[in-house]
């Protein structure tokens, strides 16, 4: 039973990643705790384009490899599953 609500568990999972990664930017602002968000939050304020271009790039990347991850899991988790 535990199996098959995996896969549905497995994309909430990775979905709620990215919502973690841009929640990150209000949290670190509120609480000033130092970090990627509140960098591109000053990045933005600055208008410092190359730090707000590389927080996003990573972000971007980080999300990217979730995403993968998630998706190579899925594979995993149910061989009837082809790429």
Same mark, same amino acid.
């Given at each position: 039973?535990? %199996?098959?609500?995996?896969?549905?568990?497995?994309?909430?999972?990775?979905?709620q990643f990215g919502l973690i990664l841009g929640g990150s930017?209000?949290?670190?602002?509120?609480?000033?705790?130092?970090?990627?968000?509140?960098?591109?939050?000053?990045?933005?304020?600055? %208008?410092?384009?190359?730090?707000?271009?590389?927080v996003t790039v990573t972000i971007a990347g980080a999300f990217?490899?979730?995403?993968?991850?998630?998706?190579?899991?899925?594979?995993?988790?149910?061989? %009837?599953? %082809?790429?």
């Open positions: 039973m535990f %199996r098959n609500s995996l896969l549905t568990l497995l994309t909430v999972i990775g979905l930017i209000v949290i670190e602002s509120v609480f000033a705790i130092p970090g990627m968000g509140s960098w591109a939050a000053s990045g933005v304020a600055n %208008r410092d384009y190359p730090a707000v271009q590389a990217m490899l979730v995403t993968l991850l998630v998706d190579i899991a899925y594979a995993w988790i149910d061989p %009837r599953i %082809r790429y």
